[in-house]
């Protein structure tokens, strides 16, 4: 049986189209596997914490070593850990909002991202534990950033290939939501296409 996760970022709601897209391509990819189960995380209604100087110190330390405050403090971020190893496919969702991701993904990337967990160094270099996984991520973007002059001040992209290959999840494809600013047939296009590739990528 396959497990999906799903995390969604934006604080915009219901108005938000990176979580309409990757809530809606969820749905398609559990119809194609009814015995799929999903873990849903909206990121936007429940934030995780940034990390403080506690579960700094606490993620850092085996479960026995740590403190009770710690103990506490480390217990999201183990969850979330777990959830992500659990994971066969991760589909991520996320606005670009001054050229990169909203500052919630980054947290629960903060607190996946743990050496010897889902990542470990070695003599050769780092290496990710993470492997195995395939990860849509949904971006969504008033302008057009996939392309043309605008396509270098997107961050967000890269960035996330970066650090979920730093992981081990380098199988990532990416589902652009973009130039929705461009006016009202801009807008309903943007969706449709959206929506035409990921029912393509469910098939």
Known sequence: ?????????????????????????VDKLKAKDAGATV??????KNPIAHLDTVTTSAIRKPAEARNAEEAAAAAESDQRVAELLAA????????????NIYSTLKSWIDNVA????????????????ATGKKVYVVLSAAGVYSEGPAMAMNHAIPYLKTVLGFMGMTDVEVIYVEGTAFGPEA??????TAQERTTALAA
Do not use: C
Request: a negative charge; zero cysteines.
């Open 88 to 99: 066969d496919t991760v589909v991520l969702a996320t606005g670009l909002i001054n050229f």
């Open 39 to 44: 873990t849903r995380l909206d990121l936007g």
């Open 114 to 129: 743990r050496a010897g967990l889902t990542f470990r160094y070695t003599a050769e270099g780092p290496q990710g534990l």
């Open 1 to 25: 049986m396959s497990s999906i996760l799903l995390v969604t970022s934006s604080p915009r709601g219901e108005e938000s189209l990176s979580t309409k897209i990757a809530t809606e391509f």
């Open 187 to 192: 807008f309903e296009k943007a969706i449709a």
